[in-house]
């Protein structure tokens, strides 16, 4: 189906709602009501876990403290089979539970649906079993909070997208509503103030829309000490369009000139002059037009100026939408990869992989579109630690970018190859595909880019203990990334020269420099998460080695950020550090998380938490 839209609502079988206040439905009435506070954990458990859990981690996990573990889970067992009804198989050991094939769950939908479906669950925005806490159960409970954080962040997620999605469609008014949910949900998220902003813009509320934005301004300078980034800057200034008559032929020079004065470095000039000819594909409601000029528009926001994916975001909805109209199925794909990237780099991975996957679909996009698409999901696989599938795309990415004569795309995948390397401590394969990236970019001419590949590969030569080999890669990429000005880049090359320090005996340069490392790369709105909690990573680590004060601090917001996204490898990490400074279930439960990635380097470390 060409648009993805969700078909009309039949009433499931068998519906579980885990969002607020749990309950099972049956056929839209309400079904048996769980007697005990553990069926109903037990249950999320089961249906949320990476892999069937075995009888006895499961009896360890909730039942430690009943007389007969394995007969209080058996008994948990049983009620959760009259719950879900006859059709539903819950058996053996590890314990598999197969839902029956017309039963829903909500979360699923949240995750995975489309937004039209999210925003109609009940529980959308509250508290993954809401009211349900069990005692003595440390692990589980570290394991039901970072649930949680992750379901919070995917409706504020599900939300934003649903007013955007509304924005496009013209629905202001829902649109309004829904983004002053999000920035209810996230008072802080400058993204969430640019869309609000914006949808007053538009609908003709200036009073409103200066209003908000003094208010913002009040509270960044309050609580950040900064001032409006430049999307609420851009929102501030957004225009509605005007009926003057416009022919092709001016949109196309106005076009022309905004890409010329791109290539020269003019970028915001060059942004002016796509956000003019978006209007005037607009004014001439010629459809092709009104697609080509928002895809354009948004490659310059998100790939050219820093802290403008939010309204590049607005830009690819809208193309989406008049694509998905039109039939327009090369162009709808353009806009969902674009879309996916953007979603990576804010960590919403489940929404990016719906939409990648869906550009790779048979027949949906052309050869280069895939290729764009299977590198930026197998990124996105990367991020949230399923490396053999991220290894799998991240291979076919690189061949296909190739194929299609796309190599600065094939530098970009193999970079990110290289750094599942470097991460699984693979440092001979990491080595090659860095080289391999690096030699590729400066053939290609993409100054822009190499400082990435550069510091990952000082990364490596520090991990060898090569120190000299690793500051002449990692002085060289952040002086590069500084010229550029690019916040990613300054980040990943700072946190090596901070770990650099540490090596050669300065410990307090390296806390310094870390914390320094976190304001570059987090100084605009559309940071990437990812590089963030990386970071975070190193201060937890070298805060405790050399037993920094704030180190609880760093930890703490390290397991919220990294859970919060589904950052699997790197919320077992942030609970193996809450581990060793005796957090009460984070042993154990990383080690819950840890059986589900795939990472040699990761074992050694769960294997010492359970003993210390």
Not at 113 to 126: C, D, F, R, S
Not at 135 to 146: G, I, P, T, V, Y
């Amino acid at each position: 189906m060409l648009g993805n839209e969700p078909r009309m609502k039949v009433p499931a079988g068998v519906a579980i709602q885990l969002l607020g206040r749990p309950r099972i439905d049956v056929h839209g009435a309400a079904g048996y009501r769980f007697r005990s506070r553990k069926s109903w954990a037990l249950l999320a458990f089961l249906l949320l876990a990476e892999r069937p859990p075995s009888r006895s981690r499961l009896a360890s996990l909730l039942f430690a403290e009943a007389e007969d573990p394995l007969g209080a889970l058996r008994w948990c067992l049983a009620e959760i089979r009259r719950g879900l009804g006859p059709a539903a198989v819950l058996d053996g050991d590890p314990v598999a539970l197969a839902l029956p094939a017309d039963a829903s769950l909500d979360v699923d939908v949240l995750v995975h649906g489309h937004w039209n479906e999210a925003i109609e669950l009940p529980g959308v925005g509250l508290e993954l079993l809401e009211g349900v806490a069990i005692a003595h159960a440390e692990a589980f409970e570290a394991w039901l909070l970072s649930q949680r954080r992750r379901f919070a962040a995917a409706a504020e997620s599900i939300i934003h997208e649903a007013a955007l999605g509304l924005l496009a469609r013209g629905e202001l008014e829902r649109a309004r509503d829904l983004a002053v949910q999000a920035t209810e949900m996230s008072p802080l998220d400058e993204n969430h103030q640019a869309l609000l902003i914006r949808i007053y813009r538009l609908a003709g509320d200036d009073a409103a829309a200066a209003r908000q934005f003094d208010a913002w301004s009040a509270t960044a300078e309050r609580e950040l000490g900064t001032s409006p980034g430049a999307a609420v800057l851009l929102a501030a200034r957004e225009r509605r369009a005007s009926e003057r008559a416009v022919d092709v032929v001016s949109i196309h020079a106005v076009t022309e000139g905004g890409a010329a004065a791109v290539s020269a470095g003019a970028l915001a000039a060059g942004v002016t002059s796509f956000e003019a000819a978006v209007r005037m594909a607009d004014q001439a409601g010629v459809g092709s037009a009104r697609v080509q000029t928002r895809l354009v528009l948004a490659e310059a926001l998100i790939h050219t100026l820093g802290g403008l994916d939010e309204a590049g975001l607005s830009a690819l909805t809208e193309a989406e939408r008049i694509a998905i109209a039109q039939g327009d199925v090369e162009s709808m794909a353009a806009a969902r990869a674009e879309l996916g990237y953007v979603d990576f780099l804010r960590a919403r991975y489940d929404r990016a992989e719906r939409l990648l996957e869906q550009v790779l679909a048979p027949g949906e996009a052309s050869p280069s579109a895939r290729a764009k698409a299977m590198t930026y999901l197998g990124a996105v696989e990367s991020d949230r630690s399923d490396y053999p599938r991220a290894v799998a795309l991240l291979d076919g990415a690189i061949r296909a970018s190739h194929a299609v004569g796309e190599p600065r795309r094939a530098a970009f995948g193999l970079s990110m190859l290289g750094r599942v390397s470097l991460l699984r401590g693979d440092l001979d394969s990491a080595e090659e595909h860095l080289r391999t990236a690096v030699e590729v970019a400066e053939a290609e001419h993409w100054l822009s880019f190499l400082p990435w590949p550069q510091a990952l590969r000082g990364h490596v030569l520090l991990a060898r203990r090569d120190l000299e080999g690793a500051a002449r890669y990692l002085e060289q990429s952040f002086a590069r990334a500084c010229q550029i000005g690019d916040p990613c880049w300054e980040g990943i090359s700072a946190r090596g020269l901070a770990l650099l320090a540490e090596a050669t005996g300065d410990p307090d340069r390296a806390i310094v420099d870390l914390i320094a490392a976190r304001s570059r790369a987090n100084r605009l709105a559309d940071p990437y998460v990812w590089l963030d909690v990386f970071i975070l990573d190193a201060l937890c680590e070298v805060g405790d080695r050399h037993g920094h004060p704030l180190t609880a601090t760093w930890v703490e917001e390290m397991r919220e950020r990294a859970s919060r996204t589904g950052m699997q490898e790197l919320t077992v990490r942030a609970m193996l550090h809450g581990a060793r400074l005796d957090t009460a279930g984070d042993a154990e439960a990383a080690a819950l998380l840890a059986a589900a990635v795939d990472n040699p380097q990761l074992a050694p470390l769960v294997a010492a938490a359970a003993v210390s």
